[in-house]
């Protein structure tokens, strides 16, 4: 078994670095398709292609090696307070009940589809396109099974890390009772006996809380409910390859590994935390002026990062300290350094954005014009927050104390402002005025992000490996648990859940505004327990046949979703930017000091979606 773990461990880190490789090439093939248009007014269809053939590549490698490295995401509620054996047992389960028939059915499902694009040699319908379709589909069955040795290796180290024999052979016998407890639901139509439809939901609520994977709950849930319901079968599941191939061919999706990888180079090159210290010394001469520039600092950061997780340690490595020893409140200080470090999810461009537009279908520049008016109200409304209490109550967030002539702390921030200001017109402008799509103003705002890091002479060889390995592994696994919710949907809507939802809205809710509210309170609630990831793909695909049925235009809808996802990072006991916060806090801050503080701006950012819901048009004001 030591054997096999070592191979499939060798097999999954050389993945990860060809994955790494193809998004340095990907970089470069859309760099230089933008210089070959925009300079010699050449297209060709040849480049196009190879960037999502990139891609392709990219992301169907990562999955074995974003395993390996335990980047695939969790709830870990618990998961993170369970002991190392009770960890083992869930790995072992997750490995041998979820991933690994889920992994078996999707190369099964996708061999039959490279099979047939040899058969009748596919190629480009392009002219200028690449031939031989079928190599890079399939990358889907290679990429699936260096995954699959990969989870067998994970099941094993799980399984050998428990010593007690007595409970090894219960997990074993554990494992078969559960396979043929399927046998018999399918045998017995067991799931028509029940709700199938509140089923699913009780059963990845499960999952969820338990600690699974996610990108293996939803895939695996799928499989489960078209095997043992005679209705479906595994025909429901047919069209998943060519769904797959569809996320695939998605040129829009290429912009989350460049915007990552754009974010973490920023990250090393230090351009953040240089900007926070300049800002915070700018503004911290008023009460609440270091409060109010972790919120400024956190609007710059989302608009040239997007990083929450980045954000959110940096500011509170390097702002809490510093606020704490000015006699800051602590609830003021942790709740500005999470609400500040969440603005990456709402501020444009984001990754948030590019998955949320993807799901429903959007113009990403529309979107993202729509999404600036928002991003400038909540940061007000954050901002006026503070200065308010601050004025209100003079001992939590007193003014700080500059000996340094005040013109060269004013130089001083311009200085650090210039870069990221720089970045965002390159990147965000690119978009809204029509010179470029999402993808290729990510891989220009990488171009630049590397100069900028050179120009400060932080530019090496690890910072650039370091960036590259973080963004394949971020890139897997938002693309397996995409995968997996696309498998989750088609078995969801042959089971009628999108008709019941529906149904339920016709039947009871009557109105727009009914809707709007009830599925912004949905989103909120689920916010509590779940990421936005998971929000976009499960709940986004299940009402967005609503959003037209009420006549409600998407853009706007998908801004106030954006908004309300954003609140996801910071609802109590389980956002994740408290998650961030307290790790890099430490025992600084209590956890109850830390809800305490984000309480307001969860706050805000209600009011914020109530605005946008009471005065509409206002995001048509930069909308393309």
Not at 166 to 188: N, P
Not at 295 to 300: E, F, N
Not at 351 to 370: N, P, R, S
Not at 407 to 414: F, G, H, I, N, W
Request: aromatic share 12%; hydrophobic share 60%.
């Amino acid at each position: 078994m030591k054997s096999y773990m070592r191979f499939a461990d060798r097999l999954s880190l050389a993945s990860g670095a060809i994955a790494s490789l193809a998004l340095l090439l990907l970089c470069g093939v859309v760099v230089y398709d933008i210089i070959m248009r925009f300079l010699f007014n050449s297209t060709s269809a040849l480049f196009y292609e190879i960037s999502w053939h990139l891609f392709d590549v990219l992301f169907l490698l990562g999955l074995s090696y974003a395993l390996y490295h335990e980047s695939h995401v969790r709830v870990d509620i618990f998961y993170s307070k369970y002991s190392p054996r009770t960890k083992n047992i869930v790995d072992f389960f997750s490995m041998t009940l979820l991933a690994i028939p889920f992994t078996l059915f999707v190369i099964y499902n996708s061999w039959e589809m490279v099979h047939q694009s040899f058969l009748q040699m596919d190629g480009s319908s392009d002219p200028g396109g690449l031939p031989y379709r079928y190599i890079i589909k399939s990358f889907v069955v290679i990429g699936f099974v260096l995954l699959l040795l990969q989870v067998a290796s994970k099941a094993m180290h799980a399984f050998l890390s428990i010593e007690s024999t007595r409970l090894k052979s219960t997990m074993l016998a554990s494992s078969v009772a559960l396979f043929l407890s399927i046998y018999l639901a399918y045998m017995s139509d067991l799931v028509f006996m029940l709700n199938p439809i509140i089923l699913i939901a009780i059963l990845a609520f499960t999952m969820l809380m338990i600690g699974f994977e996610i990108g293996f709950i939803f895939g695996a849930i799928a499989l489960l409910f078209s095997t043992i319901t005679y209705e479906l079968g595994l025909e429901s599941l047919e069209l998943l390859s060519f769904r797959t191939y569809g996320i695939m061919t998605n040129f829009t999706l290429l912009a989350v590994p460049l915007f990552i990888f754009m974010g973490l180079v920023l990250q090393k090159a230090k351009i953040a935390e240089d900007l926070l210290v300049s800002m915070g010394r700018l503004f911290g001469v008023i009460r609440g002026g270091l409060a109010v520039s972790v919120i400024l600092v956190g609007a710059i950061l989302g608009a040239s990062t997007g990083i929450v997780g980045a954000s959110v340690v940096m500011m509170a490595l390097i702002a809490l300290p510093l606020m704490l020893r000015e006699k800051y409140s602590p609830a003021l200080a942790s709740g500005s350094i999470a609400a500040g470090g969440t603005l990456g999810q709402i501020v444009p461009p984001s990754v948030a954005l590019i998955i949320l537009g993807d799901q429903m279908h959007l113009d990403m520049k529309e979107l993202f014009g729509g999404a600036i008016v928002p991003s400038i109200l909540l940061v007000s409304l954050y901002i006026i927050y503070i200065l308010a209490v601050s004025f209100l109550k003079k001992d939590v967030a007193p003014a700080m104390e500059i000996s340094a002539p005040y013109k060269d702390v004013v130089s001083s921030a311009l200085k650090a402002m210039f870069a990221p200001t720089l970045l965002i017109f390159i990147v965000l402008g690119s978009i809204l005025v029509g010179i470029a799509s999402p993808t290729e103003s990510a891989a220009v705002g990488v171009f630049f992000a590397i100069l900028l890091a050179y120009r400060k002479r932080l530019l090496t060889i690890d910072i650039i490996k370091y960036a590259l390995t973080e963004s394949v592994k971020l890139t897997s696994m938002i693309m397996l648990i995409l995968i997996g919710a696309t498998a989750f949907s088609l078995v969801f809507n042959e089971l009628g859940g999108s008709d019941v939802v529906r149904g339920f809205f016709e039947n009871n809710i009557e109105s727009e505004l009914g809707f709007i509210i009830l599925a912004m309170a949905v989103v909120f609630v689920l916010g509590f327990f779940i990421d936005f990831i998971e929000i976009i793909f499960i709940v986004i695909p299940i009402i967005l046949p609503l959003v037209y049925f009420y006549d409600i235009d998407p853009i706007w809808f998908g801004v106030l979703i954006a908004m309300n996802i954003q609140a996801s990072f910071l609802t109590p006991p389980f956002g994740f930017s408290l998650f961030f916060l307290k790790g890099a806090a430490g025992d600084t801050l209590a956890t109850s000091t830390i809800y305490r503080g984000v309480i307001p701006f969860i706050l805000l950012q209600l009011v914020a979606i109530a605005i946008m819901i009471y005065y509409p048009n206002l995001i048509y004001i930069f909308r393309g």
